[in-house]
């Protein structure tokens, strides 16, 4: 197995329950523990209490791959706290991390009163999150008057403030701050930057993306989730949600170099997500969504799996092909195009028009019942080999 360490905590693996509902109780921790996670962020502690803090209501869209929330249960300060205590006292190797927000009229002293008390309660390392988007992100997006504090997705776009918070705790406690961030806003990079700047040991992204969930046309104003009357825009994750987490944090391995420590969320449901995310620049993995569905178990499955991944490609640690993607990836105007026409197989193709009808495309004409390809007007774009259902379509290289 895979061990990981970051300032000074050792992880058994690289692989973390994500905060939410899965690490809100004593008995889940144990079970990640027993399923062999490296860590778990704890269910995120409010204070002061009650901020939005509702019954749960989750919705999986299984076609569409997300899964979205509308409603959540926080951990009051006091649950939070008795939960780091026993999860101190009743796991081993479990790295525990405690997720806090401060939404008070302490401002800093009341970020920095939680921090303390979570590293009192047995805390390993504390999780700041700047991410959450059901908080006074969702009133503001929802067209709310701005009346409560600034918290999660609406502070972690300001990396004057996320670095000055970072700075202040991490100055205070002797514990790793680990700071969880938003790609809301588009500065997930800078804002990254300036929390490494300012002490953090590891960032973390992505938490969940704020959109609306399908909804029935002929009843527009009956909210999609089952048991809530109105619709509302929700919390998104899972595997929809995984080509934006690797943008992020591709986009934050770029900016920061090859150094800090960056911890990946979204969408990574088996290993091949898991060696994207690491190759996009990630060292950690945080998993939330398919524990949720599946259970904490699949870990095992997992890791196995990267472990023959990596025997195939003579890799012996994740840092062998951690970046890879970073490095290859390269911007719009450095792109290499291969110049290439369709060309049809005129025993597959049975005429059907789906080629001809592209709306952008001139090159193809159906004549006797078959495509017939102009070389002269074919771009490359390849969508005639997508919209193909007979797979009568191939490109030849222009001589
Ligand atoms: C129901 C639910 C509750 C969540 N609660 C928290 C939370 O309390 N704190 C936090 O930082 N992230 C929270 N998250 C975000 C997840 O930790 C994770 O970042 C996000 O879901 C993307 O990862 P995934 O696709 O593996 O779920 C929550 C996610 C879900 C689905």
Same mark, same amino acid.
């Given at each position: ?29 144990? @079970?990640? !523990?027993?399923?062999?996670?490296? &860590? $778990? =962020? %704890?269910?995120?502690?409010? /204070? ?95 067209? @709310?008057? !701005?009346?409560?504090?600034?918290? &999660? $997705? =609406? %502070?972690?776009?300001?990396? /004057? ?239």
């Amino acid at each position: 197995m895979m061990s990981f360490e970051v300032a000074g905590l050792k992880f058994r693996n690289p692989f973390v329950v994500a905060s939410g509902p899965a690490t809100k109780h004593i008995t889940q921790l144990i @079970e990640a !523990e027993q399923c062999g996670w490296g &860590g $778990a =962020s %704890l269910k995120l502690a409010i /204070e002061p209490a009650p901020y939005i803090n509702l019954d749960p209501r989750y919705g999986w869209w299984k076609q569409e791959h997300y899964l979205a929330f509308s409603a959540e249960k926080r951990l009051t300060l006091d649950e939070a706290l008795r939960l780091t205590e026993k999860g101190r006292r009743q796991t081993k190797e479990l790295i525990i991390l405690a997720n806090i927000a401060y939404t008070g009229e302490k401002g800093m002293d009341g970020w920095l009163d939680m921090a303390r008390r979570f590293v009192a309660a047995g805390a390993h390392g504390l999780e700041l999150n700047m991410c959450c988007p059901n908080m006074s992100f969702n009133l503001k997006v929802s067209g @709310e008057q !701005e009346h409560t504090a600034q918290s &999660g $997705a =609406s %502070l972690g776009q300001n990396a /004057e403030i996320v670095g000055m918070a970072t700075k202040i705790i991490s100055d205070a406690v002797d514990v790793p701050v680990f700071v969880k961030l938003t790609p809301e806003g588009g500065r997930i990079a800078e804002v990254a930057q300036a929390c490494f700047e300012n002490g953090a040991s590891v960032v973390g992204t992505t938490g969940n993306r704020l959109a609306i969930p399908e909804f029935d046309i002929h009843d527009p104003k009956r909210g999609p989730f089952r048991f809530q009357v109105e619709p509302s825009v929700a919390c998104f994750s899972g595997p929809w949600v995984k080509p934006l987490a690797l943008r992020d944090v591709f986009e934050i391995r770029k900016k920061v170099g090859p150094v800090p420590c960056i911890l990946g969320t979204g969408g990574v449901r088996n290993y091949v997500d898991a060696v994207q995310m690491i190759m996009c620049g990630a060292d950690m993995i945080g998993i939330c969504t398919e524990v949720m569905l599946h259970g904490f178990d699949f870990l095992s499955g997992l890791l196995e799996n990267i472990d023959k991944f990596m025997d195939r490609h003579g890799y012996n640690s994740y840092r062998n092909f951690r970046d890879l993607a970073v490095e290859a990836i390269a911007p719009a105007d450095k792109l290499t195009l291969e110049q290439v026409y369709a060309r049809v197989e005129p025993q597959l193709c049975d005429g059907c028009g789906c080629c001809e009808r592209i709306g952008h495309c001139y090159a193809i004409t159906i004549e006797d019942q078959k495509a017939i390809v102009d070389p002269r007007q074919c771009t490359g774009c390849s969508t005639c080999q997508n919209v193909c259902h007979a797979g009568a379509i191939s490109f030849v290289e222009r001589g």
